[in-house]
């Protein structure tokens, strides 16, 4: 069975299935999937999906520094402070993506396939 995992599909499953909001049941081919492959799947003791969290969690404040300097700087203000070095490394969250489309149950999600 081949599945695709979004970002919405993985901050669920950790909502909803791994105790983030509280724990359930998976649902769904996607969550059922994801729930196998985090059983005794870890990176450093974290699970697969957490750590694909890990990424989104970066990839996300990223983003929002590269913004809030843009309009910092639009304004004349001073700029933020500079994030975390560990925020600025590349490659944070990859592994349940590389681990899932290595064993061929994914493929990466284009965000705005399908739109426009």
Do not use: C
Not at 15 to 43: C, F, M, W
Not at 72 to 82: F, K, Q
């Amino acid at each position: 069975m081949t599945v695709d995992v979004t970002v919405k599909d993985i901050i669920q499953f950790e909502a909803h299935v791994s105790g983030g909001v509280h724990h359930g049941e998976p649902r769904g081919d996607v969550q059922k999937v994801l729930y196998s492959i985090n059983e005794g799947n870890t990176i450093e003791g974290v699970p697969l999906a957490a750590d694909a969290l890990r990424g989104i969690i970066t990839a996300t404040l990223r983003g929002l520094w590269a913004l809030e300097t843009r309009v910092a700087l639009d304004n004349g203000e001073p700029p933020p402070e500079p994030l975390p070095k560990v925020l600025m490394q590349s490659g944070q969250g990859r592994n349940l993506m590389e681990f899932l489309g290595g064993i061929g149950l994914s493929r990466p999600v284009d965000p705005l396939e399908g739109s426009q």
